[in-house]
C-alpha cells in the first residue's frame, strides 16, 4: 500500500488547456483528485496494487474506503449470461472514490426515491463491482463479504445500511458486492444452452468471482484470505445458503452468516427453466425460435419492468454449475464444514425456518449460532408495532446508523448503545478461531452454540440474553 499526494481539480484544467504540462507533470507525481462542490474537497487518498493496476481509495478517519472496485469484466454484448469474466488490467491510477451504478433493477419515476431495494436512479448493466473498507494499518484483518438483499432483483452493495466504516474501526475489512439481478442474473434458455457449459446461475456465479477476486486481493488491503465470511441478508442470505453446497465455492471461505434468508432451495431443472423462460418471453412477443445473438438485443430495462421477467427464475440445475440442488446437498450432509450465524427479527415471520437450517448445518460438525433480533428504536415503534420487520437488523449488525436510511429519524443514545452491543456479536464471530463453541460480545454475555442438547438462541431485544430457542415463535401473529 501507498499513500498518494491529494488529488485535485488542477490538473484536469492542466489537460484541457496544455496536455503537455501534464504529460510533464506525470512523469513524477501521482495525479491529484477533487470533489466539485461549492467549495473542491480535496481528497486524502491511498493507494493500493491488485493483480490488475493500481486502485486510488480515500481515507476517511481510521479506515481506508475504495468504491468501485471491479472483480469480473462488464457482463455486457455477448458476454451477457455468460460466466463472469477476467478483468481487463489498466494502465494507470484507477480512482476508486466513487460508487458505480447498480446492476439494471426497476425504481420509481422519480429519480429521489428509492425502489423497496433502497436503489434510486441510474443503473447500468456494467454493474460488477465491489467495495473495500478496511482499516487503514490492517494486518491479518478478518473480512467479511457481503451480498445484498432485495428478492434477487433490487438492491445494490453500496447502499447506506452496508457502509463498513464502523466495522473497520474493529478491525474488520467488508467487501460488499453487486451482482447480476433478475433475469440477468438467473435465466435459462434453449439458445443459451446450446454453447455448453455452466448456464441459468449467473448471480451465484458473480458470487464465487467475487470470492475469487478477495482470494486473490484482499492482502493487499491488509486482510486475511483465510479468514473470511460470506454474509448476507433476505436474498442475499440464501445465496450463502447456496454458497455452502457449491462445489466451485469450497475453500473461498471459513464461516458464514444467514440473515433472514434461511431458505433451502430444491433448485429447478434446467428443462423447466427453459420452458418458463420461453414462456415468459411470449409475453414481450419474443419468439420460441430466438437465437442467442437476438436475445441480448433486449435492453436490460425490459427485463427489469416486466413482472414476468424481473424475477428471474430462481436457483437452476444446470448440471454443470448446480450438479445438486441445495436441499440435497443439506440433507446429504455434504456441505462446507464452516461455522454459521443464522437467524431473524421477530417482526418478520422465518425463525422457524433459522432453526430448521441451523439444525441442518450443525449436523456436519462445526458449531451454528442462531438469533433473534427483537429491538425496535423508538422513532420506529409506531411503524413497526410488532417488532422489527425484515431488514431491521441490517443498520445494528452494521454498526451503520449514520449512513443507513432506515435510521432516519431521532436515533438515541439507546439506539446507538444497541448498535454497538450487536455488532459486536458480529464482529466476534468475524474474529473467531473456526473452532471456537461460544462467543463473548454485547458487554460480556457468554453466546453458547446450538446444536443438540443446546437449544439456545440469543435474543437481541431490550436486554440482550440467551435463552431458549423453542421458547420463541416464527413471526407476529403465530403461537410456535
Same mark, same amino acid.
Request: net charge negative; glycine share 12%.
Given at each position: ?14 489537460t484541457?488547456?496544455? #496536455? ?20 473542491? *474537497?480535496?481528497?486524502? %487518498?491511498?493507494? +493500493? ?7 486510488v ?12 472496485? #471491479? ?12 460466466a463472469p ?15 458505480? =451504478?447498480?446492476?439494471? $433493477? ?25 467495495? +473495500? ?17 432485495? /428478492? ?8 447506506? !445500511?452496508?457502509?463498513g ?37 449467473f448471480?451465484?456465479?458473480? /458470487? ?31 445465496? +450463502?445458503?447456496?454458497l ?20 433451502v ?21 419474443? #419468439? ?36 445438486q440442488? #441445495?436441499?440435497?446437498v443439506?440433507?446429504?450432509?455434504? *456441505? /462446507? ?22 439444525? $441442518?448445518?450443525?449436523d ?12 425496535t =428504536? ?24 449514520? %449512513? ?16 454497538? $452491543? ?15 463453541? !461460544? ?6 454475555? *457468554?453466546? =453458547? /452454540? ?31
Amino acid at each position: 500500500m501507498r499513500i498518494n499526494c491529494a488529488w485535485s481539480i488542477a490538473a484536469l484544467v492542466a489537460t484541457m488547456a496544455s #496536455p503537455a504540462v501534464l504529460a510533464e507533470e506525470s512523469a513524477g507525481a501521482a495525479p491529484e483528485f477533487v470533489r466539485i462542490l461549492p467549495v473542491d *474537497e480535496v481528497i486524502d %487518498t491511498v493507494s +493500493v496494487e491488485v493483480e490488475t493496476g493500481v486502485l486510488v481509495g480515500e481515507r476517511r478517519g481510521d479506515a481506508i474506503v475504495f468504491k468501485g472496485v #471491479p472483480y469480473a469484466a462488464p457482463p455486457t454484448g455477448s458476454f451477457r449470461w455468460k460466466a463472469p469474466q477476467p478483468v481487463a488490467p489498466w494502465v494507470g491510477d484507477r480512482a476508486a472514490v466513487s460508487y458505480e =451504478p447498480p446492476c439494471p $433493477q426497476p425504481v420509481p419515476v422519480y429519480a429521489a426515491v428509492p425502489n423497496q431495494g433502497g436503489v434510486a436512479g441510474v443503473q447500468s448493466e456494467d454493474c460488477l463491482y465491489l467495495e +473495500v473498507y478496511a482499516p487503514a494499518k490492517a494486518e491479518k484483518a478478518p473480512v467479511v463479504v457481503w451480498l445484498h438483499g432485495g /428478492a434477487a432483483f433490487l438492491g445494490a452493495g453500496h447502499l447506506g !445500511s452496508y457502509v463498513g466504516t464502523s466495522n473497520a474501526a474493529k478491525g474488520i475489512i467488508t467487501v460488499p458486492i453487486n451482482y447480476r439481478l433478475g433475469a440477468l442474473g438467473t435465466f435459462a434458455h434453449p439458445a443459451l444452452s446450446e454453447g455448453g457449459g455452466p448456464t441459468g446461475n449467473f448471480a451465484m456465479m458473480d /458470487a464465487v468471482a467475487a470470492l475469487e477476486w478477495v482470494a486473490s486481493n484482499i492482502e493487499a488491503f491488509g486482510g486475511d484470505p483465510e479468514n473470511v465470511t460470506i454474509a448476507g441478508q433476505s436474498a442475499g442470505g440464501v445465496m +450463502v445458503v447456496n454458497l455452502l453446497t457449491l462445489s466451485s465455492a469450497r475453500g473461498l471461505f471459513d464461516k458464514a452468516v444467514i440473515q433472514s434468508g434461511a431458505y433451502v432451495s430444491p433448485g429447478t431443472m434446467l428443462e423447466d427453466a427453459e420452458e418458463k423462460t420461453v414462456k415468459a418471453l411470449g409475453a414481450i412477443n419474443v #419468439p420460441e425460435d430466438v437465437t442467442a445473438e437476438q436475445l441480448r438485443t433486449i435492453s436490460a430495462q425490459t427485463f427489469s419492468y416486466n413482472p414476468g421477467l424481473r424475477g428471474g427464475f430462481g436457483t437452476i440445475l444446470d448440471g454443470v454449475f448446480f450438479t445438486q440442488s #441445495p436441499k440435497s446437498v443439506l440433507e446429504g450432509g455434504q *456441505e /462446507a464444514d464452516v461455522p454459521v450465524l443464522v437467524g431473524t427479527n421477530s417482526g418478520e415471520g422465518g425463525f422457524r425456518a433459522a432453526k430448521k437450517l441451523a439444525e $441442518q448445518v450443525s449436523d456436519t460438525g462445526a458449531p451454528v449460532w442462531l438469533y433473534r433480533f427483537d429491538y425496535t =428504536p423508538e422513532f420506529r415503534k409506531k411503524a413497526w408495532p410488532s417488532g422489527p420487520i425484515h431488514s431491521a437488523e441490517l443498520m445494528f449488525t452494521f454498526d451503520s446508523m449514520d %449512513t443507513s436510511g432506515w435510521a432516519a429519524g431521532d436515533i438515541s443514545d439507546a439506539d446507538r448503545a444497541m448498535a454497538a $452491543q450487536v455488532s459486536s456479536c458480529w464482529v466476534a464471530f468475524y474474529k473467531m478461531p473456526v473452532d471456537a463453541t !461460544s462467543l463473548s460480545c454485547a458487554g460480556g454475555v *457468554e453466546w =453458547p /452454540a446450538y446444536g443438540p442438547g443446546a437449544n439456545t438462541v440469543m435474543n437481541f431485544g431490550s436486554v440482550i440474553e440467551v435463552g431458549e430457542a423453542d421458547a420463541h415463535p416464527d413471526g407476529p401473529g403465530t403461537d410456535e
